[in-house]
């Protein structure tokens, strides 16, 4: 656990200024089988402290890879130096952020820190399970992941912080020939989530049923049609619709976006989809049960709280750092957060989900006449005007309410305050995923969820 | 600085050695950065950073771990060879597995190491308001403007011991069109430089991308579908070559066997107008690499020569595995041959077809496919642009494409890290609602 070199140095903050002092150990292990070889084995650590002063409505920040008494006293004075040169030369004439209440949270534990024996050993048996079961495949990536977030935090006003958030995965990834002898590709994450990979990864057998799965559908998809381009009834998977959540909508409703010109600004408090459609970014707890990827504490200091963003159709709210709530007159929830100790807080997501509804799946599957039931995605992007775009690597044509042949790769777009619009039924259950890292500025591991979406969308096709 | 790093290096090659390694290597570095950030049009911070990184890594027996972290004090090299030679341990031996043989050993000095911090910041500003007055309806979501001074040293025990004091700019561009309520998409602008001479309007394609993000503002969508030319800017073409390059000339595709090229080196694979070299020595590099992670001493080659396919992108663990060369550097910067027609020339040539500033796309098929959304994109049609797109579909192949050349301009932008022309690519299939 990181030793407390900041707390004592709270005497050092200057009046009148906010004051931020995060002390980061980041820690990332990964092993990675390309066809039984071997061709990834590294264990990474990054560690160090920064400050951050906000003074006159700018930011200075530094950063070092020391962590001693005299560098938190150095990139204390650095920080503070950076603050007063951009202050004198493009400050706003603002004074310190509005006061919340102090307080402290320690969530961090000892990590058991799985030497790389295990990770390596662990996807060997995968690999030789795959190897000797599905000898047709062109080729089999196999990787085992797994990283952790450290955090000590001491701020001059808010909440003081421990942290720790460590998540591990399993990546299969199985090419396969398809009907013209062209590649087919197809991967899945296997288990994981928060927690270290011994948590998660004992038995090896445990993670075949999943394996024969995710060969399973590859076989489908290597017979697979492309589908029909244009704009189709389809029923979006709760992966997809996650990434919906979290892509197209998600980074729309981040504040300093929208204070960028996004789509969310004119919009809010004005429907942007159906009264079917509820949208929270939430913060350590979900429906009951923790998150993916709980966050109690910010890295300003706030304590974490669920950003409710649209309920029953209308846009109500936006995900804030301390700065840009006061200029929203919003309270700020806990969302300015930074990955690793050289970087600033940035406004991030941390559990973005769309609620799950009332209606049974096969219900929505038996409804559609012709269409698409689109289940897994590879990457998704999306524009400040809410236009985003998916690829899609497994799905199943529906015809007359049965699914029918499986999908090759394609793309699905749309522009989610239109596309949220026509989402006329919910399911019951909803996924989560956490494995991805969210990209702006800097990387940040984020969780996403969602029920099954019936609604309209742009398909690719070919 | 510089020889502390080069003896921090060898200290740890010295160390993975002592530890038990056959063969051994390591990177040191130590950043320093100085950053201005623009969020929402105005100045919200700046910041300095004082980086290390440390990279160890060990052959035992033919098995290879790497470890890697942000300190280099003589514990925490004692420590990571220890872990290194344990994470060497769990791999199972593979002989392909090497470094670079000492071939002449180098000190290099590159681009201007120490910053003009208070002239840089006055060239952010000077950015700013040439964008309020040129350009009125742009809202510059972000703006990062950075100079990093970076010491670097590369050692192995074939003896081995390259190192680099390097100093370079950055500046990153986010930016959108807005009038009332309307706005266009976001796009990012950019370049890397290693003078402060001009403004940073005048330098890559910063200028023209303001210019035409303010015509995005008023979008319309194409009707149904349609096989069309895709002429792609220079800002786009570099994205996607990186996902061509990656899947069909790269080491996952040809270690994974999926790669379409593997039995192709020799062959025609593209147009014969098409020359695509990845060129970190080209003049209009900034710092470009000078030996690469393996410790071999960086030379430009051609992937693509006259539409053969001239050579792989392989490291050396590739190349011996699959006794083929290895590709000469592993830098990405990638430089596209000129044609000799303007691009005012191949646009008046399009009888149907789009203009493509940013591809927002899945990551395409290892078979090449690709499909995704014409973002920041203009219609074409006889022979003129047309009205910006929105929500406008395109999908071809990668390898199809190649072969289907329209033309390439005779025009390049240079942004520091790749020199690109234009391109113009018939029979993509282009779709709306």
């Not at chain 1, 990964?30 to 003074?55: K, M, P």
Request: one cysteine or more.
């Amino acid at each position: 656990m990181i030793e407390d070199l900041l707390t004592n140095k709270k005497y050092l903050f200057a009046s009148g200024a906010n004051t931020e002092l995060r002390a980061q150990r980041n820690l990332n292990r990964r092993a990675v089988l390309l066809n039984g070889a071997l061709v990834g084995n590294v264990r990474t650590e990054q560690f160090g402290v920064s400050a951050r002063v906000y003074e006159n409505g700018v930011y200075g920040f530094s950063s070092t890879a020391e962590y001693t008494d005299e560098t938190v006293k150095d990139v204390l004075r650095a920080a503070s130096e950076n603050a007063a040169f951009l202050a004198q030369h493009a400050g706003r004439g603002k004074g310190p952020h509005k006061p919340m209440a102090n307080g402290q949270s320690r969530t961090a534990f000892d990590l058991n820190d799985v030497e790389q024996r295990a990770y390596i050993e662990f996807i060997q048996a995968l690999d030789g399970y795959v190897a000797r079961k599905y000898p047709d495949l062109m080729s089999r990536t196999i990787v085992a992941t797994a990283d952790s977030m450290e955090k000590l935090l001491c701020v001059s006003n808010g909440t003081d912080g421990h942290s720790i958030i460590p998540r591990s995965y399993i990546y299969v990834m199985m090419t396969m020939a398809g009907a013209d002898g062209k590649p087919v590709e197809l991967f899945k994450v296997i288990g994981g989530g928060f927690g270290t990979f011994d948590r998660h990864f004992v038995r090896p057998e445990a993670c075949f049923e999943e394996i024969d799965r995710l060969y399973d559908r590859l076989r489908q998809k290597a017979e697979g049609v492309y589908p029909e381009a244009g704009s189709k009834t389809v029923i979006l998977g709760g992966t997809l619709s996650g990434m919906l959540a979290h892509e197209a909508v998600g980074h729309t409703v981040e504040a300093d976006l929208v204070l960028g010109g996004s789509v969310a600004g004119p919009c809010l408090n004005k429907r942007v989809g159906s009264e079917l459609v509820t949208l929270v970014d939430f913060a350590h707890t979900a429906l009951g049960k923790p998150t993916p990827l709980p966050v109690y504490v910010d890295d300003e200091g706030t304590a974490a709280t669920d950003a409710l963003l649209i309920r029953d159709g209308i846009l109500v709210g936006y995900m804030n750092s301390r700065e840009t709530a006061e200029r929203f007159s919003m309270a700020p929830t806990g969302n300015a957060r930074a990955y690793l100790f050289s970087d600033e807080p940035l406004i991030r997501m941390r559990n973005t989900a769309v609620l799950p509804g009332t209606s049974k799946l096969e219900d929505m599957i038996a409804s559609v006449d012709d269409g698409y039931y689109l289940l897994d995605t590879n990457n998704g992007q999306a524009d400040t005007t809410g236009e985003f775009m998916y690829g899609v690597t497994f799905g199943y044509e529906i015809k007359k309410g049965k699914l029918g042949r499986a999908l090759l790769d394609t793309t699905i777009s749309g522009v989610a305050f239109d596309m949220l619009k026509t989402v006329d039924m919910v399911s019951d259950e909803m996924i989560w995923a956490s494995s991805g890292m969210c990209g702006k500025k800097q990387p940040m591991p984020v969780g996403m969820g969602g029920p099954a979406l019936r609604c309209r969308v742009t398909i690719g096709g070919r | 600085m510089i020889e502390t790093i080069k003896k921090t290096a060898q200290s740890a090659v010295t160390a993975l050695k002592n530890a038990g390694a056959d063969k051994a290597a390591a990177n040191v570095s130590y950043t320093i950065t100085h950053e201005f950030n623009v969020d929402g049009g105005e100045f919200s911070l700046f910041r300095t950073l004082f980086d290390k990184s440390l990279s160890m890594t060990a052959i035992q027996g033919g098995r290879k771990g790497t470890v890697a972290q942000n300190r280099y004090d003589e514990k925490t090299i004692a420590d990571s060879a220890k872990a290194c030679l344990e994470a060497a341990a769990s791999a199972q031996p593979d002989e392909n597995w090497d470094f670079a043989p000492e071939s002449g050993n180098q000190d290099f000095v590159l681009g201007e190491p120490k910053p003009d911090t208070d002239r840089l910041f006055d060239r952010c500003r000077e950015l700013m308001a040439a964008v309020g007055e040129r350009f009125p309806k742009i809202i510059m979501e972000q703006m990062i403007v950075s100079h990093k001074e970076i010491y670097s040293a590369k050692a192995n025990s074939y003896g081995v011991l390259f190192s680099t004091h390097e100093g370079y700019y950055e500046v990153s561009l986010m930016f959108s069109g807005h009038e009332g309520e309307k706005a266009s998409s976001f796009f990012g602008s950019g370049v890397v430089t290693d003078s402060l001479d001009k403004p940073f309007l005048a330098l890559g394609s910063i200028e023209k991308d303001l210019a035409d993000v303010e015509k995005q503002i008023e979008t319309t969508g194409v009707s149904g579908k349609f096989e069309g030319t895709m002429v792609v800017m220079p800002g786009c073409l570099g994205s996607l070559f990186y996902s061509l390059l990656s899947d069909f000339a790269g080491e996952g595709g040809l270690l994974s066997g999926t790669s379409p090229w593997k039995e192709k080196l020799g062959e025609q694979v593209a147009d014969e107008r098409i020359t695509l070299s990845l060129a970190p020595l080209d003049e209009r590099i900034v710092c470009g690499n000078r030996y690469t992670g393996e410790g071999f001493r960086s030379e430009n080659f051609d992937i693509i020569r006259d539409g053969r396919l001239n050579a792989f992108y392989l490291g050396l663990y590739g190349a011996n595995k699959l006794k083929l060369p290895r590709g000469k550097n592993d830098s990405f910067n990638l430089v596209v041959a000129p044609g000799d027609r303007s691009i005012e020339q191949i646009i008046a040539s399009v009888d149907r077809g789009i203009l493509v500033g940013r591809f927002s796309g899945g990551q395409p098929a290892s078979n090449g496919d690709f499909s995704g959304v014409a973002k920041n994109s203009f219609l074409i049609e006889n022979g003129k642009i047309g009205p910006a797109l929105s929500e406008t579909m395109i999908s071809g192949n990668m390898a199809d494409m190649l072969c289907r050349l329209r033309a390439v301009s005779s025009e390049q932008v240079a942004d520091g890290m790749s020199v690109l022309p234009y391109m113009a690519f018939d029979g993509i299939t282009i779709s709306g609602k």
